[in-house]
C-alpha cells in the first residue's frame, strides 16, 4: 500500500519557506514604520517603492508556499528573532540609520535564504525547482533593493556623522549598480519582469504543471521508494487542488462556462479522486501500479486542456483583470486550508 510521507528534504524547504515568509512581513512592517519616521521626501518615496515591490512578493512568496504544496510553522528561533527586532525599531533605541541599516541586513538575509532554496530544490526534484520557481522574482528584488538600500544609508550616515547632505552622485551609483545586477542575477536564476499580480489561470497552470512533472519522474523512476514518495506528492497536490477549484473556481464560472461544460469538470475530477484511491491501494512494485497510473495520466491530460483551452478563454473573455487575479487570491486561500485541514503541514 502507498503511504503519502513527506520527504524530511522537502519538509525542511517547506520551514525554509515558511521562514522567508515571516520575515518578508516584517520587511513589511519595518518600511510601513520606517516611512511614517522619515522626513526627506526622496528617501520617503524610494521606501514607499520597496514597500509596494515587498507587498507584491509576499503574494508570490504566499503562490510559492500553496504550489510547494507543504504548509509549514517558521522555525522557534526565527519567530524569536523576528519579536526582538519588532520591538527594538519600534522603540527609540536605535537612530534612523540603525534601523535603516537593520533593514538592509534583513534584505542580505531574504536574498541568501532564497537562493539557498533555490540551489536546494535543484538536489530534491523537478517538481519542487518548478514549484518555487516563481521565488526568483523575489530573489532578484531583493538583491536589488540591497542596492537602493546603501545608497540611503550613505545619505543618512553622512546627515548623522556631519549634520551635512551627502553628494548627490551616490543616487546615481545606486541606479548605475542596479543596471548591472541585471546580468549578474540574471545568470544565477531566472528573472520575472512582468510586474502583474498572478490572475487564477496563471495559478491554475502552475499546478498543472507540477503535477506532470511529478507523474513524469514518478513514470521514468525504478525506485520503489521514490515512486512511493512522488505518488505521495501527486495524491496530496491533486487532491487539495481539486477540492479547491471545487469550492472557488466551478461555481464562479458556471454562470458564462455553461452548466453541462462545468458538471463535466466536477465529474473527470470524481473521476480522478477515484483512480487516486485505487492507486494508492496497490504496491507501487507492482506493474499494475504503473498501468493504474497511466490510466490517470489519461483522463487528467483530457481534464487539463479543457481547462486551459475552453475554461481558460471563458474566463478572460467574462472576468476582468481585476476579477480574474481576485479569483486567484481565493483559490490560493483555499488551498492553503485544505491543506491544513489535510494535516500537509511540517512542524
Do not use: C
Not at 256 to 265: I, K, V
Amino acid at each position: 500500500m502507498v503511504a503519502t510521507l513527506d520527504d524530511t528534504k522537502r519538509s525542511a524547504i517547506a520551514v525554509k519557506l515558511a521562514d522567508i515568509k515571516a520575515i518578508q512581513q516584517l520587511i513589511i512592517e519595518n518600511e510601513q514604520q520606517l516611512i511614517r519616521e522619515i522626513s526627506d521626501q526622496e528617501i520617503k518615496d524610494r521606501f514607499q517603492n520597496l514597500l509596494k515591490d515587498d507587498q507584491k512578493n509576499l503574494d508570490v512568496l504566499e503562490t510559492v508556499i500553496g504550489q510547494y504544496g507543504i504548509q509549514a510553522k517558521p522555525q522557534e528561533t526565527v519567530t524569536q528573532f523576528i519579536e526582538k527586532a519588532r520591538e527594538l525599531n519600534k522603540g527609540s533605541k536605535l537612530s534612523l540609520y540603525e534601523k535603516v541599516f537593520q533593514h538592509e541586513l534583513l534584505k542580505h538575509q531574504q536574498v541568501i535564504s532564497g537562493l539557498t532554496v533555490h540551489k536546494a530544490a535543484q538536489k530534491v526534484g523537478a517538481d519542487v525547482l518548478l514549484a518555487i520557481g516563481p521565488l526568483n522574482t523575489v530573489n532578484f528584488e531583493n538583491r536589488a533593493h540591497q542596492e537602493q538600500l546603501k545608497g540611503i544609508l550613505e545619505v543618512l550616515g553622512v546627515r548623522e556623522l556631519t549634520g551635512q547632505d551627502a553628494d548627490q552622485g551616490i543616487w546615481a551609483r545606486v541606479q548605475d549598480a542596479m543596471a548591472a545586477l541585471g546580468g549578474v542575477v540574471g545568470s544565477v536564476v531566472t528573472q520575472n519582469t512582468d510586474k502583474k499580480d498572478l490572475n487564477i489561470q496563471d495559478v491554475l497552470r502552475l499546478d498543472h504543471g507540477k503535477v506532470n512533472t511529478l507523474i513524469t519522474e514518478l513514470v521514468a523512476s525504478k525506485d520503489p521508494q521514490k515512486i512511493q514518495e512522488y505518488f505521495g506528492q501527486i495524491y496530496k497536490d491533486l487532491s487539495a487542488h481539486s477540492e479547491a477549484e471545487e469550492e472557488v473556481v466551478y461555481p464562479r464560472v458556471r454562470s458564462f462556462y455553461g452548466e453541462g461544460d462545468t458538471q463535466e469538470l466536477y465529474d473527470e475530477q470524481a473521476e480522478l479522486k477515484r483512480i487516486l484511491d485505487e492507486i494508492k491501494a496497490i504496491n507501487p512494485s507492482s506493474s499494475q501500479f504503473k498501468d493504474k497510473i497511466k490510466q490517470l495520466t489519461d483522463i487528467l491530460g483530457d481534464h487539463i486542456r479543457q481547462e486551459e483551452t475552453t475554461l481558460f478563454a471563458a474566463i478572460r473573455n467574462n472576468l476582468s483583470t481585476e476579477q480574474s487575479e481576485q479569483l486567484a487570491t481565493e483559490f490560493k486561500a483555499a488551498k492553503v486550508r485544505i491543506q491544513e485541514k489535510a494535516g500537509v503541514v511540517s512542524k
